[in-house]
Nanobody
Framework: QVQLVESGGGLVEPGGSLRLSCATSGFTFSQSMVGWFRQAPGKERQFVSSIDLIRQRPYYADSVKGRFSISGDYAKNTVTLVMNSLQLDDTAVYYC?????????????????WGQGTQVTVSS
């Protein structure tokens, strides 16, 4: 049974940082792609970041480049998203997603498994 469990969300002031974790199980971590997507009220779900765990290659949406950093822990089957310099527009529910046949990292339709999400609220 594939499971993705997000953690680390919360309330943070603008300019602050949060560390999101996606604990995975039920699939071969090292042969998969794991990504983060977010959805704010009234907006479509958008790509944030992902990592090709086969090639250890990270990908970032333009809006978070230079601020967010993604990494995979192969021993713990966990993907971490470190979010720095958070802005009000970063407020959203953040979802972890995984797939074993992802061809386009930023396309949510390419991912097979999804977590329940964790709320990130950036507010002063």
């Amino acid at each position: 049974q594939v499971q993705l469990v997000e953690s680390g969300g919360g309330l943070v002031e603008p300019g602050g940082s949060l560390r999101l974790s996606c604990a995975t199980s039920g699939f071969t971590f090292s042969q998969s792609m794991v990504g983060w997507f977010r959805q704010a009220p009234g907006k479509e779900r958008q790509f944030v970041s992902s990592i090709d765990l086969i090639r250890q290659r990270p990908y970032y949406a333009d809006s978070v480049k230079g601020r967010f950093s993604i990494s995979g822990d192969y021993a713990k089957n966990t993907v971490t998203l470190v979010m720095n310099s958070l802005q009000l527009d970063d407020t959203a529910v953040y979802y972890c997603a995984a797939g074993e046949a992802v061809l386009v990292q930023g396309d949510s339709g390419e991912y097979d498994y999804w977590g329940q999400g964790t709320q990130v609220t950036v507010s002063s």
